[in-house]
């Protein structure tokens, strides 16, 4: 199977000789998706990142791809048809996600637990106006279980007081090989996409911005690029880019953390996941089958934006305490197997921007400041295609010519996504691969790319990492020749996910990857 490499190098040669239509600063999931975006629609793009792609909030989500019952709730409760139009079209984009990533992303059965006689007609009658707002997108009809179909979806509910349940279908996808994928796709499609390049400078002729000065911090190489329109889709780090633009302009936003935790499968063996819909405090927490673990999570606290944030002991307590409440086996400290800490980039509601006609929904926003920098932040993974349209709207607005690509573009699969065929993968898989569980995993993490890595096992063979888990050298290999994975932590954080279901195996790993990387960086590849 003959396949383009994509090489770091080869990306940076590009950023520095072409001159862009649009350059996008960030690497995460709005800013992939607008590069996909904006390539597809015949604009020359370029995207550079400051840390790896998917380095920061884009890799610490709830992996669900969700139209927001809360969201349908409020709506509701204050008569606003904007949260409907919010949901209607959330609900969409969870089917196409799907469809472009069948590998990485699936439909998931939730349940929630009702202990009062009128939470069954209030709950269920929400998730039917749900079920119909999908329309042709739903992922499945919601239905109301009696106590005995409840265990059977979720084994460890502690139904004490329970009268039953009310069960309805989102989606559930693994968000940092997602972002990856849509990095490499855009790069297929012609973006200059790299990584590990940072923004110091914006270059303005006259009052406009013209392009970036920015730092190759794996070489601590400077050089220009040259852009027509540049896009700050960097998340938490907007109001740095702001700066960069207008030193003494607002500050946009207002961030907040979320914390997870994972623990083992056995205290949700189930196909289902459980919200917990009101916490004492008014939040929510999810309790989801994830990767072999089970994911829980989030909190809400106001943050500062710094690159690494830690989850704190009081956030997992938090988390803990409510998990055992709706579990019948009680969760200990020591069985939290792994936390991590994402940054949630939210507009302040004293901006001008959060009443202004440039915020497109109440889930996203975007400005444009005087020099013509167009800032997008906000929004959540679901919708990712339709923010990252309406970004791209936004750039073509500003440049001179007009969509040579109608801008409604269908569907197209990730890479891996790509003739996926579950089946008919296993079986060309299992021509070398005898592990089951290694071609499952495979497959589950790379979809059709997975034939690729088994041409590297032909020369490679088929070596695990570890025993634990089917991680093989071949793996490693890949992802660093064709998703652009640079140091360890690249790959067991966001290529293999393991530092986030299991953070002491993976801090394990962390040499003998390393060593991989390095034989790798010393020999030509032929191709």
Known sequence: MKTQLIERQAQIKKLKQQEFDCL????????????????RRGLKTGLV??????????????????????????????????????????????????????????????IIPLYQFWQMPYYFSGLLMYDFLSGKQSL????????????????????????????????????????VEVAMTAIECGAAIA?????????????????????????????????QIIVNATGPYTDSIRELDQPTTEKLLKVSSGVHIVINKSFAPGEGALLIPKTEDGRVIFIVPWRGFTLIGTTDEPAKVEDNPQATEAEIQYLLKYTNQ????????????????????????????????????????????????????GGKWTTFRKMAKDTINKVFNQLSFSSTVNSSLSL????????????????QLATNVDDEQIRSHLINYYGSRSLIIQEITKELGVERLTPKYPFITAEVVYVYRYEMAQKPEDILA?????????????????????????????????K
């Not at 996008?24 to 390539?39: D, F, K, M, R």
């Not at 669900?64 to 409760?77: C, M, N, P, S």
């Not at 794996?218 to 852009?227: D, G, P, R, V």
């Not at 197209?412 to 089946?423: E, L």
């Open 24 to 39: 996008i600063i960030g690497g995460g999931a709005t800013g992939v998706g607008s590069a996909l975006e904006a390539t």
């Open 49 to 110: 990142e400051r840390f790896d792609f998917a380095q920061g909030t884009s890799s610490k989500s709830t992996k669900l791809l969700h139209g927001g019952v809360r969201y349908l709730e409020q709506a509701f409760k204050k008569f606003d048809w904007n949260q409907f139009n919010l949901v209607r079209d959330a609900l969409a984009e969870r089917k196409n996600v799907i469809q472009m990533a069948p590998h990485l992303a699936k439909p998931l059965p939730l």
């Open 140 to 179: 499945g009809r919601s239905k109301l279980l009696s106590l005995k179909q409840t265990l059977e979806l979720f084994p460890t509910l502690n139904t004490e007081g329970m009268i039953g349940s009310v069960m309805y279908y989102d989606g559930q996808f693994d968000d940092a090989r997602l972002n």
């Open 195 to 227: 990584n590990y390049v940072e923004v110091t400078e914006i270059i303005k002729e006259g009052e406009k911005c013209r392009g970036v000065r920015v730092k190759d911090t794996l070489t601590q190489e400077t050089f220009e690029i040259k852009a």
């Open 326 to 377: 709706f579990l019948d086996k009680t969760v200990k400290r020591e069985d939290v197997l792994s936390a991590w800490c994402g940054l949630r980039p939210l507009v302040s509601p004293t901006h001008a921007a959060a009443k202004s006609t440039a915020k497109l929904s109440r889930d996203h926003t975007i400005i444009t400041s005087k020099s013509g920098l167009i800032t997008i932040t």
């Open 412 to 427: 197209i699969p990730v890479m891996g996504g790509k003739d996926f065929d579950r089946n008919e993968l296993d079986k």
């Open 494 to 526: 966001r290529r293999f996910r393991l530092s986030f279901f299991d953070s002491q195996t993976s801090q394990q790993l962390k040499e003998r990857v390393s060593e991989i990387i390095s034989n790798l960086q010393q020999v030509p590849i032929e």
